[in-house]
């Protein structure tokens, strides 16, 4: 892609806004324009950022960057293998913060993948390896004993068409745990950087992020809720003037989105709760895609998690959620839905919380409880948005208790895992998820505009209300009152996609 073309498809901000990351790129040896690169020099570090609220088009931005990279022979970093550096190599990697988000944008046609997971490098078993560097070109076709050719041409055919790896070794009939003998700490640093929902950023990942890429654009929303701790400032906010690009347009969708138009009423300094309210209800009787509701549906929350400000009202919808699928108080049933809270293993266990924060489970990763694994304290487990979603770990569930100080534990490992119940979750850890269906609880907004609450000099409504909102990708149901409405029928694992079992490397401990 040249410069030229990529205007032809932008708007005038845009269009600024990748003249300005062309410039960046080009001093850092990477002409966009000649389709060019230059090997990487050692320098002073580049650090950009996209900024503009839902609709204005930062994924387009990131899409095209992505495209023109490529076009001009950058190697895209691949989570799943590495082969040999090359000193004239030059390679990107474009990255999310959570598995939900890099979901989001692998469906818009980004091949994006986590932070966590670029930051592990998977240990190839090295007789297997030779597959892969032949795959990729950098060796001969090996003999493999026990590995027919037929094999290793349905190998070569699987990677023509999907560039994948692991695919590839699976499509040759070998198990994950054939050729991934665990994973490492990256220690060496990358090139350039592509990271999409900065606004989720904390100081200490920013800087993690700039030690690793001395290239590093940010794409972020400020409109959105800073990470807890940082005075409502997100890490794009302390850059210079001239490292922070704006999109001030918002693109109107073909459907003409009624949610991004509720999102960006927002913006009106004189707008009321009340009046967007009515702006809702306004908006439900046009159209389908906003509802106006005043009960809870049960069935969405099992994989569409109810979005809300207090950790009260979270913990009272869990149990109503629990009480209403028959959820026994000792147990969990299959298809309840669950958010990873952390990994609790002492540092002799380095090695197991590295398998598990490669594969997806990462603090805040939206996990489904498939049912007990094979051995006492392990739970089976798909990792929603993940690249290899199906693993078995040790967990430890806590389900919270209004009013108690300790929550109530219906079975736990020694150690592993812990998971909180995801039937509700706070507005601020919605950010960098998306879904089909999002229901936000209104009373809480209302009690947050009560409050007079105010971050970085904006209501705080108005900021949890634009989060949750810019949640749906279909549609918005604005839940009015605290009623619950019967579930259809049982909790069910029915609806997960089934990965290929080849590829999945479930982690028994």
């Known amino acids: 892609m040249t410069q030229t073309s990529a205007a032809l498809t932008l708007s005038p901000d845009q269009a600024t806004a990748w003249d300005r990351l062309a410039e960046t790129f080009e001093a850092a040896g990477i002409d966009l324009t000649a389709e060019e690169v230059a090997p990487a020099t050692e320098g002073k570090g580049r650090v950009m950022a996209v900024i503009g609220k839902a609709g204005s088009g930062k994924t387009l931005i990131l899409s095209q960057i992505t495209k023109a990279l490529l076009s001009a022979g950058v190697d895209l970093i691949s989570p799943d293998w590495e082969g040999r550096r090359r000193k004239d190599r030059r390679s990107v ?286 739970s089976r487990l798909h990792v929603i948005g993940a690249e290899d979603p199906r693993l078995s770990a040790a967990s430890i569930v806590k389900i919270e208790l209004l009013d108690e100080e300790e929550p109530f534990i219906p079975f736990a490992a020694r150690m592993g895992a812990t998971f909180l119940h995801g039937a509700a979750i706070t507005i601020h850890k919605s950010q960098g998820s998306q879904w089909r269906d999002v229901q936000v609880f209104a009373p809480d907004i209302s009690a947050a505009a009560w409050s007079n609450r105010t971050e970085a000099g904006i209501p705080l409504w108005k900021r949890l209300a634009y989060v949750a909102i810019t949640r749906a990708q279909e549609r918005l149901i604005w839940v009015t009152k605290p009623r619950l409405a019967r579930p259809s029928g049982p909790l069910t694992t029915e609806d997960l996609p089934v990965p290929n079992t080849a590829l999945s490397l479930e982690q028994q401990g």
Not at 125 to 135: H, R
Not at 153 to 174: E, K, N, T, W
Not at 218 to 239: I, N, T
């Open 93 to 378: 990697a474009i990255l999310a913060p959570t598995n939900k988000a890099a979901f989001v944008l692998r469906m818009r046609g980004v091949p994006a993948t986590t932070i966590h997971r670029i930051l592990y490098t998977p240990v190839y078993d090295p007789e297997y390896e030779k597959i892969a560097e032949w795959l990729t070109g950098q060796g001969d076709r090996p003999n493999i004993e026990g590995l027919e050719d037929v094999a290793l041409d349905r190998a070569l055919a699987f990677y023509q068409q999907h560039a994948s790896i692991p695919g590839a070794l699976a499509a040759a009939g070998l198990r994950g745990s054939d050729f991934i003998r665990g994973w490492s700490r990256r220690e060496e640093g990358l090139d350039v950087g592509l990271i999409d929902e900065a606004s989720m950023l904390d100081e200490k990942q920013f800087d993690d992020l700039r030690e690793i890429f001395p290239t590093l654009v940010l794409f972020g929303d400020p409109a959105q809720l800073a990470p807890v701790g940082q005075s409502g400032e997100m890490v794009f906010d302390r850059l210079a003037p001239q490292q922070r690009l704006y999109l001030d347009r918002i693109h109107r969708q073909s459907d003409d989105s009624p949610i991004l138009d509720l999102a960006h009423a927002l913006a009106d300094d004189s707008l009321t709760f009340d009046a967007f309210e009515r702006m809702i209800r306004d908006a439900a009787r046009r159209d389908d895609r906003v509802v106006w509701s005043e009960r809870v549906e049960s069935d969405l929350m099992s994989r569409s998690p109810v979005l809300v400000w207090r950790n009260a009202t979270r913990i009272r919808l869990i149990h109503a959620f629990r009480t209403a699928f028959g959820a026994p108080g000792d147990a969990l049933l299959p298809g309840e839905p669950l958010v990873c809270d952390g990994i609790e293993l002492p540092l002799k266990h380095r090695k197991k919380r590295i398998d598990l924060e490669a594969r997806g489970l990462i603090k805040g990763a939206q996990v489904v409880y498939m049912g007990p694994g094979r051995k006492p304290g392990f």
